[in-house]
């Protein structure tokens, strides 16, 4: 019986010790580093602005609207964000910090208003 008993507790025991592994199971999906929406002074959805983004004093780039009012700034991007909205004359900044885990960026969503 003892010697019966050993193999059995061996792999009773492996997959234990599998399943204690520290790995990260990530998915393939790429992450928006941030989402705005851009609304007027009463509230209402502004979808004539024009929104660029930098990532720590780096290059300008494009934010690309995805829906109305909606601009998503940034793809698996993390790091200090700077983002400006134009709209006719009028010009609004906001700051946003992206953070990332192991995987992918944590997404932040803000609302800038403009007139």
């Known amino acids: 019986m003892r010697s019966l008993l050993a193999p059995v507790l061996a792999l009773c025991l492996v997959p234990l010790a ?3 592994s ?3 199971a990530c998915t393939t999906l790429a992450a928006v580093s941030v989402t705005v929406t851009v ?4 509230g ?7 929104l660029t983004y930098t990532v720590n004093g780096g290059a300008s780039k494009p934010c690309e609207q995805v829906i109305e009012n ?3 700034c940034g793809v698996e991007e993390a ?3 700077v983002i400006t909205a134009t709209r006719d004359m009028a010009t609004k900044t906001a ?3 992206v953070t990332s885990d192991e995987c992918h960026v944590i997404g932040q969503t803000l609302t ?4």
């Open 18 to 20: 599998a399943c204690s």
């Open 22 to 24: 520290d790995e990260v």
């Open 39 to 42: 609304v007027d002074s009463t």
């Open 44 to 50: 209402a959805a502004v979808t004539d602005a024009e």
């Open 70 to 72: 909606t601009y998503d």
């Open 79 to 81: 790091g200090d964000f």
């Open 95 to 97: 700051n946003v910090t």
């Open 112 to 115: 800038m208003t403009i007139d």
